[in-house]
């Protein structure tokens, strides 16, 4: 067992990291540049709106166990909530028409088979076609398994697929999706009951763990930028940061916690995604916002989903690489009319509002950049790789980072 851990990082993979290191009682001290803990799942104060809102966007599932275990772990369960019963509902623009996706109880859809759950507009024959995408290999992208033309495609796959990959859908892992695909709708509804932070992020996913981690005796040290690493033999000697060198003892670890392009500059050597993709947020404030309808899928429009928390509407855009190009007040008129038009709101006047670009979200998870994700394991003894960019199985979901947290831990402890 290590002496100490340096978790170098305090977003939610080095957050992840760091309390389940914590419980276990190991020593362990998390290094993070920004003056704030989360990376990109955090909230924060935007006084145009005068209210405090999400860098991003998220959905958690009832499905996601390492998410909601971390929760668990941090006292934070009860900070979100969602349906009692597992339901998306969706807006065309250009139709004007309203449908909900009900996934069965059990793992075998049987209200699609029977046609009563069953898009409008789509076929049996469209369903009974995503079989191809059952157990897909890594070579494979999802326009090879399934068909991209149809009302189904339009209506379900591609919005459903954009949102989790944050890449072009056809162009996207067929075998992440797959994986998150076996573990949400193929376990049935109780897996897919979607939550949402009451709150935001923050409250929910990162104030809880810092916290936590110095009540239970972590050590958080915010403003400290690690410039290098330096290697000695088979292990990491020392770690080099803006303010000075910490020397690494014989039985110290390292779990790096940052972000891929960050990584590759301080590890010889390793593998990582190069490519990355934009999500683009809007926040709004509309009075009078439904209060029973907590998000709504969109089509046709700029707008991917709409997230209703008070009087603020938050619009997520994925895949967003051209619309992040544009201004941000051609973006805000855009999503407006989207926000207007899906609750009814004609002629309601732009107000305060805010754009948020992140145009290097996620790495784009088509299946050669999926290739260069490293393993948690590297060849230094004493270093391991933690985020959403490495090895997880899963796309760089909430999920999938706080897995790729544990799983540093849980190497670490095993070494």
Wanted: hydrophobic share 45%.
């Amino acid at each position: 067992m290590a002496a100490r851990v340096h978790v170098i990082g305090a977003g939610l993979a080095g957050l992840a990291a760091a309390v389940r290191l914590t419980a276990d009682g190991v020593s362990v001290i998390v290094h993070e540049a920004a003056g704030h803990a989360g990376g990109r799942c955090r909230s924060f104060r935007d006084e145009a709106l005068g209210a405090d809102i999400d860098n991003g966007n998220h959905l958690v599932l009832s499905g996601n166990h390492a998410a909601l275990d971390y929760l668990d772990l941090i006292g934070a369960r009860d900070s979100l909530s969602g349906p009692a019963v597992a339901e998306f509902p969706f807006l065309d623009l250009e139709t004007g028409s309203r449908w909900s996706v009900k996934p069965d109880a059990g793992a075998i859809p049987w209200s699609v088979l029977r046609g009563g759950g069953r898009v409008p507009g789509t076929s049996l024959g469209e369903y009974l076609g995503g079989w191809r995408i059952i157990g897909a290999g890594p070579e494979k992208t999802v326009g090879q398994c399934l068909d991209t033309d149809g009302p189904l495609w339009r209506r379900f796959w591609a919005p459903l697929i954009v949102s989790i990959m944050n890449t072009e859908p056809a162009q996207s892992s067929a075998a992440l999706m797959w994986r998150v695909l076996k573990e949400t709708f193929g376990e049935g509804a109780a897996a897919c009951r979607p939550l949402i932070a009451v709150e935001g992020l923050s409250p929910s996913f990162v104030d809880p763990a810092v916290q936590y981690l110095e009540a239970l005796g972590g050590d958080i040290r915010f403003g400290r930028r690690l410039r290098s690493m330096t290697f000695a033999d088979d292990r990491v000697a020392a770690l080099e940061f803006t303010d000075g060198a910490v020397a690494l003892g014989a039985e110290d670890h390292v779990i790096s916690a940052v972000p891929a392009p960050v990584a590759a500059g301080l590890i010889p050597d390793i593998s990582a995604p190069d490519r990355f993709s934009a999500i683009v947020n809007g926040h709004f404030r509309l009075s009078g916002a439904p209060p029973d309808q907590p998000f709504l899928g969109i089509l046709g429009g700029t707008a991917e989903w709409l997230f209703v928390r008070g009087d603020i509407v938050s619009v997520t855009v994925s895949a967003a690489d051209a619309l992040a190009e544009r201004s941000s007040a051609d973006i805000a008129e855009a999503m407006w009319d989207d926000i207007v038009r899906a609750f009814d709101r004609p002629g309601t006047p732009l107000g305060a509002h805010r754009i948020v670009k992140e145009k290097r979200a996620t790495f784009v998870q088509t299946p050669d950049q999926v290739k260069r994700r490293p393993p948690c394991r590297t060849r230094w003894r004493n270093l391991y790789l933690a985020g959403d960019w490495t090895d997880t199985g899963l796309p760089a979901t909430i999920e999938g980072t706080i897995r790729s947290g544990f799983r540093a831990a849980a190497s670490l402890k095993t070494a």
